[in-house]
């Protein structure tokens, strides 16, 4: 997973992490059930700690757009439609 990291910008870098993928699962440029890198290999292929990675996942985890699996890895969820009340 390519993912260009600002290290000068203000926004922290697992926010920056956290938009990248999560731009890619909106687009559709990430499918669902896509496994996402192993934690430990995405921060070194990123030169970041292993920690900003696991923050990047686990908001996008709260926000559903992934799930994680002990021993298994992180994967895209479908997108959940709005519910009527938010939809315009």
Avoid: C, W
């Avoid at 430990?40 to 985890?61: H, K, M």
């Amino acid at each position: 997973m390519r993912i260009l990291l600002d290290r000068q910008s203000e926004v922290p870098l697992y926010q920056q992490i956290n938009e990248h993928i999560r731009q890619g699962i909106l687009s559709g440029s990430l499918a669902v059930d896509t496994r996402l890198p192993a934690s430990r290999q995405l921060a070194l292929d990123l030169g970041v700690n292993r920690i900003t990675v696991e923050n990047a996942y686990s908001e996008l985890e709260a926000d559903g757009l992934v799930f994680s699996r002990m021993g298994s890895g992180t994967y895209v969820l479908p997108i959940s439609p709005l519910p009527p009340v938010f939809q315009k």
